[in-house]
């Protein structure tokens, strides 16, 4: 199965930072990289598929990057309710597997 | 509006033996493929199984693989989870999602404890 490596595992930051979370895949996976956001007691939600492409309804301050095996999502602005839990999910093959989660926290 | 509702969730002993249903509604069920991942209390996600639009294939994550037995029956807009010989590690929150992974459930608790 195809390991991905999700860093860092937890982060710190302010209200108006930008941060960048990193996934990285054992081996090349095209695109096939989606990101998702989750909030405690909720379901995790879509913000990013194909490694880049902006889910419906998303705030444009997230974006994604990155092809084959390195792909990295950035928030340019934290704002307060982007404090959360993120993972990464690889949907190449089978099985998919998803990154260890990066808690990002306050400040 | 697409909507998933997961039951069928429990306490069951390690060895034993429970099924899981998502009711699908607010799409056309038969043409997408549909997912189960499941999240232990405190951890992160990790994805199960998958079965096609008609059912013709299916595939796990090598934790379970011959223990579940992902299933579904499109007269019904519903989809199954099997899950024998369960192990204390197998207790999580199992969330049903369609293909993409923009629609989830609210998932069904599983608890393994003797």
Partial sequence: AIQMTQSPSSLSASVGDRVTITCRASQGIRNDLGW??????????????TASTLHTGVPSRFSGSGSGTD????????????????????DYNYPHTFGQGTKLEIK | EEQLVESGG??????????????????????????????????????????????????????????FTISRDNSKNSLYLQMSSLRTEDTALYYCVKRGFAYWGQGALVTVSS
């Fill in chain 1, 36 to 49: 998702y956001q989750q909030k405690p007691g909720k379901a995790p939600k879509l913000l990013i598929y």
């Fill in chain 2, 10 to 67: 429990g306490v069951v002993q390690p060895g034993g033996s429970l099924r899981l249903s998502c009711a699908a509604s607010g799409f056309t069920f038969e043409a997408f493929a549909m997912h189960w991942v499941r999240q232990a209390p405190g951890k992160g996600l990790e994805w199960v199984s998958l079965i096609t639009g008609d059912g013709g294939a299916t595939y796990y994550a090598d934790s379970v693989k011959g223990r």
């Fill in chain 1, 71 to 90: 792909f990295t999502l950035t928030i340019s602005s934290l704002q307060p309710e982007d404090f959360a839990t993120y993972y990464c999910l690889q």
